[in-house]
């Protein structure tokens, strides 16, 4: 009897807590859409309201934001939760933070702001995340772009042979040196320098309660790197000061603004989701996907832990993870199984690199009810993956706490942003980023850094090769379908754009309009 009044107090308190209108006040890692549009659309699927400063006072690509305006917006707004960008708080942006063009003395001034939003906040939680810098500089150029192999692959010699010595390489590493402008060597080396300074600082203030809870992204890397001399010296700072409980450290970046909305999610609601693992291919224990340095399984963990869920055996959601290998029938014959079984299904395709599985995707046409699922994510890294894929499940599991209008907003996002990453991940990047790069480049336009005279054209363009197969697969696999107390309207709108002046990603928003079932009674 008491542990039925245990359980139903528990309930009840989680239904109060989703009822509330509970705000999370982010300041992104950058403009983009995966650090504005997903972590917006994860916390609006939960419940939550989501605030950003405005766009213009953020980075536009190679235009750094404006760092005290990022300052005076987080000093003025009341918010429930605080997630905080250092790259954008400091230096103006992901980008911006790969240049030596901000001094350490300005950098560390811009992040004692940090300790007078402590004060003001009066113990409401702040979340910081910042990364540690990738292999490679931004190909924002035609310079940047002829040399960023070439300053990955000696940021990995580098490594090493000074400090693994391996010097069998010595000569491929002068060799390359020399090949590479002093300037821009220079520049990378400043960066590195001053952001691993910051990274200590990071982990100082968390020792000193100005940060609840800190995440260290490492960005775009390799087993071997200068990156894992500065992973290294973090991690030894983290266990010296007792602090592995408030710090994580995994390979990712692009994702961690919903890593941390998920945080937020979990502890306001005082969730502790679940998750069980699928592999389709190869174990993800012996697995390292590219661009990272540890083994997927082992992400997996961090990630989850840094969202306030666990992995269990008997998880609520069943989180399918796509790595190579594997039969693609039965792996996606095990999902429609477990949806049939009322299961949380979602999809995390980490097999191929900065898109969808075209073979997988295929195999979920045919075997799959698309709509039942309850997340799926297939763009860029393996960790971006992870990060917007548990960003859903977890998502799920917090909305089951709502009722009427908040409940239909949550359900409503939930398919806007499940249709969102379908057309983005398999559509856009398997059968139209190459066309339309094709298609600029005829043309004379540089398709990394497109002319703004371009962009009216450009945009007309990919509206007409993107749009008709987005409007064919909802009106396939969406239209007119029955989701729960729902129904999925006869055709949605798609307001498609370029997120930058270049084609690596661009802005997909669907609108979808819920229809209840109430109101199709006669």
Not at 137 to 149: E, P
Not at 189 to 216: F, P, S, T
Not at 257 to 273: D, M
Not at 478 to 493: D, H, M, Q, R, S
């Amino acid at each position: 009897m008491l542990k039925r009044f245990l359980l139903g107090c528990s309930l009840c308190f989680f239904c109060l807590a989703a009822s509330a209108n509970v705000t999370i006040a982010l300041l992104p890692l950058d403009s983009r859409p995966a650090n504005t549009y997903s972590p917006y659309m994860v916390a609006k699927m939960a419940g939550f309201e989501l605030l950003m400063p405005e766009p213009v006072s953020l980075d536009y690509y190679k235009k750094p934001g404006n760092c005290e305006q990022n300052i005076s917006w987080l000093q003025q707004t009341e918010a429930d939760f605080y997630i905080i960008s250092v790259s954008q708080l400091c230096y103006g942006g992901l980008v911006a933070s790969r240049t030596g063009v901000v001094s350490t003395k300005e950098a560390q001034k811009r992040l004692e702001s940090l300790r007078e939003l402590r004060k003001k906040t009066n113990g409401k939680p702040i979340y910081v995340f910042d990364t540690i810098q990738r292999l490679a500089i931004t190909s924002s150029d035609s310079k940047a772009a002829s040399y960023y192999s070439s300053v990955h692959n000696w940021a990995i010699l580098k490594d090493e042979v000074e400090n693994l010595g391996q010097e069998d390489k010595r000569a491929e590493l002068e060799r390359l040196e020399e090949s590479i402008p002093d300037d821009i060597l220079t520049d990378y080396l400043k960066a590195r320098a001053r952001n691993h300074i910051i990274n200590q600082a990071l982990i100082d203030m968390v020792n000193e309660g100005v940060i609840d809870y800190l995440i260290l992204a490492q960005d775009d890397a390799s087993v071997t790197g200068l990156h894992r001399a500065e992973r290294e010296s973090l991690k030894e700072k983290v266990l010296e000061l007792g602090l592995t409980a408030k710090v994580n450290i995994f390979p990712g970046a692009d994702e961690v603004g919903v890593v941390l909305v998920n945080r937020a999610i979990t502890k306001h609601l005082g969730l502790e989701p679940s998750f069980e693992i699928f592999y389709r291919g190869v174990d993800g224990n012996i697995w390292i996907a590219a661009f990272e340095d540890i083994s997927f399984a082992e992400n997996i963990r961090r990630h989850i832990a840094a969202s306030g869920a666990i992995l269990s055996s008997e998880g609520s959601i069943n989180l399918f993870v796509a790595t190579p290998g594997g039969d693609n029938h039965a792996f996606t014959k095990s999902m429609q199984a477990k949806l049939e079984a009322g299961k949380k299904v979602v999809i995390c395709d980490v097999a191929i690199t900065n898109r969808a599985d075209p073979a997988l995707f295929l195999a979920m046409l045919n075997n799959l009810e698309l709509k039942s699922l309850s997340g799926y994510a297939g763009w860029n890294t393996a960790g971006n993956t992870l990060g917007f894929a548990l960003g859903q499940g977890i998502a799920a599991i917090a909305r089951e706490g709502l009722t009427g209008a908040k409940r239909l907003e949550a359900e409503k996002a939930h398919y806007e942003y499940l249709l969102h990453r379908i057309a983005k991940d398999y559509y856009y990047k398997n059968l139209v980023q190459g066309a339309i790069e094709g298609w600029a480049s005829g043309r004379g336009f540089n398709t990394i850094n497109l002319p703004e005279y371009s962009l009216p054209l450009v945009k007309e363009e990919l509206k007409k090769q993107l749009l008709p197969y987005l409007f064919e697969f909802y009106v396939h696999y969406f239209a007119n379908e029955k989701v729960g107390e729902y129904i999925l309207p006869p055709a949605i709108t798609w307001d498609i754009d370029l997120a930058w002046p270049r084609f690596f990603e661009i802005s997909i928003k669907p609108v979808v309009d819920l229809i209840g079932e109430d109101s199709l009674q006669p």
